[in-house]
């Protein structure tokens, strides 16, 4: 067994426990209230979020990166959209934030077909 086929095996394991452990709802909602700022969680109602089911990441970047995306209820009555990206990497990467764009903007896409979206959300997103 070669070093990138266990480095796969282990971005796997991380990518299958993170998705696993956030997509219990009450969890997720801890997970956001104890990451964004409370500048933005104070505009969420009590209500868990919901996930929203795709991915944003390329392909060939999933053995270093995990996505979920969640949509939460704010105290308006609005909802809202929080992207969170797991990296799976063991030293920072300089591109992370140009990827994180890039995700962004194929979550808009996606926003963009959804009945409920007469404008694009700004994700609240969570790099760690």
Same mark, same amino acid.
């Given at each position: 067994?070669?070093?990138r086929? $266990?480095?796969?095996?282990?971005?796997?394991?991380?990518?299958?426990?993170?998705?696993?452990?956030?997509?219990?709802?009450?969890?997720?909602?801890?997970?956001?209230?104890?990451?964004?700022?409370?500048?933005?969680?104070?505009?969420?109602?009590?209500?868990?979020?919901?996930? $929203?089911?795709?991915?944003?990441?390329?392909?060939?970047?999933?053995?270093?990166?995990?996505?979920?995306l969640?949509?939460?209820q704010?105290?308006?009555?609005?909802?809202?959209f929080?992207?969170?990206?797991?990296?799976?990497?063991? %030293?920072?990467? %300089?591109a992370?934030?140009?990827?994180?764009?890039?995700?962004?903007?194929?979550?808009?896409?996606?926003?963009?077909?959804?009945?409920? %979206?007469?404008?694009?959300?700004?994700?609240?997103?969570?790099?760690?």
């Amino acid at each position: 067994m070669n070093v990138r086929t $266990v480095s796969s095996q282990v971005a796997n394991i991380h990518d299958a426990f993170f998705k696993q452990v956030l997509s219990d709802q009450q969890t997720a909602g801890t997970f956001l209230r104890e990451h964004l700022p409370s500048e933005v969680t104070g505009l969420f109602t009590c209500d868990p979020p919901e996930r $929203v089911p795709g991915s944003f990441v390329d392909e060939k970047l999933r053995q270093h990166h995990s996505d979920l995306l969640f949509q939460v209820q704010l105290n308006t009555g609005q909802n809202a959209f929080a992207y969170v990206l797991l990296e799976h990497k063991s %030293s920072p990467d %300089s591109a992370a934030r140009l990827q994180l764009l890039r995700y962004i903007v194929r979550c808009w896409w996606t926003c963009a077909a959804l009945p409920m %979206s007469a404008y694009l959300p700004s994700p609240a997103c969570v790099l760690t």
